[in-house]
């Protein structure tokens, strides 16, 4: 099925600098790529996603690319806030057509972000 | 808050038991997709139902079963518990079927098997 890779799994910046996270996929035919914040303890809260015919899309500090033909995709925040550390979670929607597996969304293993004050 | 409830909230219970966890989609939203999170497996995708049929199966063991009722309402049932079962179990829920469609989460249940 669908493998999801995502890096770094942990990730420090200061309080208004950038961080960004990246993540590969592996099945070619996938087509939706969607981003959750989870903080400790509450549910995976959807915060951005892009789907395969546009290569960018941002809200306010909070943006995503995608490269198709490389078969990644990153998140993007700026202007980083002590609200903003959380766990990202990327993900990949497997249709099931080439990879032979269930249709789902396959998630990769997650980032730590910490925003330092 | 996403507009999906869960419950119970916590759970906690003996090897060997069986348990029902309750999910209740956002008004409108047809699917219903359930999730395990563990800490060394990450979000984990077990069973999909829109409107009421099974849609899609992911790695659910057959000890899982889970339905969803003519009010779209959906339960997971977990049975003959093992300490491996201990995990926050999320529905997401979606207006439509497919990957077009964004998934919101619930709360999650969490579970302790002892």
């Known amino acids: 099925g669908e493998n999801v890779e995502q890096h770094p799994s942990t990730l420090s910046v200061q309080e208004g600098d950038s961080a960004v996270i990246k993540c590969t996929y592996s099945?070619?035919?996938?087509?939706?790529f969607p981003w959750y914040k989870q903080e400790l303890g509450k549910r995976p809260q959807l915060i951005i996603d892009i789907r395969s015919n546009v290569g960018e899309k941002k809200d306010q500090r909070i943006a995503v690319t995608l490269n198709k033909t490389a078969k990644h995709f990153s998140l993007h925040i700026t202007e980083t806030q002590p609200e903003d550390s959380a766990v990202y979670f990327c993900?990949?929607?497997?249709?099931?057509?080439?990879?032979?597996?269930?249709?789902?969304?396959?998630f990769g293993s997650g980032t730590q972000l910490t925003v330092l004050p | 808050d996403s507009g999906v409830t869960q419950t119970p909230k916590h759970l906690i219970t003996a090897t060997g038991q069986r348990v029902t966890l309750r999910c209740s989609p956002r008004s409108g939203d047809l699917s219903v997709y359930w999730y395990q999170q563990s800490l060394d497996q990450g979000l984990q995708f077990l069973i999909q139902?829109?409107?009421?049929?099974?849609?899609a199966k992911g790695n659910i063991l057959e000890r899982f079963s889970a339905q969803q009722f003519p009010d779209l309402h959906s339960e997971l049932n977990l049975s003959s518990l093992e300490l491996g079962d201990s995990a926050l179990y999320f529905c997401a829920s979606s207006v439509g079927d497919g990957g077009a469609y964004e998934q919101y989460f619930g709360p999650g249940t969490r579970l302790t098997v002892t």
């Open positions: 099945d070619s035919a996938s087509n939706y």
């Open positions: 993900a990949a929607w497997d249709s099931g057509y080439t990879s032979g597996s269930a249709r789902q969304l396959t």
């Open positions: 139902y829109y409107n009421g049929e099974e849609r």
